[in-house]
T-cell receptor, first 114, second 113 residues
């Protein structure tokens, strides 16, 4: 298996622009997680899905952030409008089932908002 | 308030010696603990875990120790190798967390040849 695939690897955008990050989980995994890593806060959970349904979005910082999982093999994290403080590495991860703590992470998207 | 703390941002060890990475937690509901390893430009990868019913789990050169009364766990790497140089994240989950892991901020380990 190719593992969790994220795109793009790097994104540079200007403040106010819309940003869309994409994730393909490992086939057969039922849970999908979006994390954000910053120097100040480390790895924070933004939202997670189980069987394509959002279970907990309490980590989403503001209404500017939204996430969707239209099917078992694809998820997006959208920021609209983006701000410089959104600059971070965004990781997608998947696991076999809800409650399975062994997560498989993608390589991340390095987002820079100028 | 951080529920999982890794107080040492970095650690430098000589090749062949023991590396000890520490992690403290505050939530007594945590019952499962994991260590992840992260190389630059890659995502974290699972390394080893321990359930709260145990106080030690060993996998090759890696051993995790759990002290529930102190709310402390540690990862021992013996012997350390240059390829172990990475950032190590401690993570915890608890009853009802549904797999939601709380991560520490990580410790950067450098193993010098």
């Amino acid at each position: 298996d190719a593992g969790v695939i994220q795109s793009p690897r790097h994104e540079v955008t200007e403040m106010g622009q819309e940003v869309t990050l994409r994730c393909k989980p490992i086939s057969g995994h039922n849970s999908l997680f979006w994390y954000r890593q910053t120097m100040m806060r480390g790895l924070e959970l933004l939202i997670y899905f189980n069987n394509n349904v959002p279970i907990d979005d309490s980590g989403m910082p503001e209404d500017r952030f939204s996430a969707k999982m239209p099917n078992a093999s694809f998820s997006t994290l959208k920021i609209q409008p983006s701000e410089p403080r959104d600059s971070a590495v965004y990781f997608c991860a998947s696991s076999l089932a809800q409650g399975d703590e062994k997560l498989f992470f993608g390589s991340g998207t390095q987002l820079s908002v100028l | 308030d951080q529920q999982v703390k890794q107080n040492s941002p970095s650690l430098s060890v000589q090749e062949g010696r023991i590396s000890i990475l520490n992690c403290d937690y505050t939530n007594s509901m945590f019952d499962y603990f994991l260590w992840y390893k992260k190389y630059p430009a890659e995502g974290p990868t699972f390394l080893i875990s321990i359930s709260s019913i145990k106080d030690k789990n060993e996998d090759g050169r890696f051993t995790v120790f759990l002290n529930k009364s102190a709310k402390h766990l540690s990862l021992h790497i013996v012997p350390s190798q240059p390829g172990d140089s990475a950032v190590y994240f401690c993570a915890a989950s608890g009853l009802g967390s549904q797999g939601n892991l709380i991560f520490g901020k990580g410790t950067k380990l450098s193993v010098k040849p």
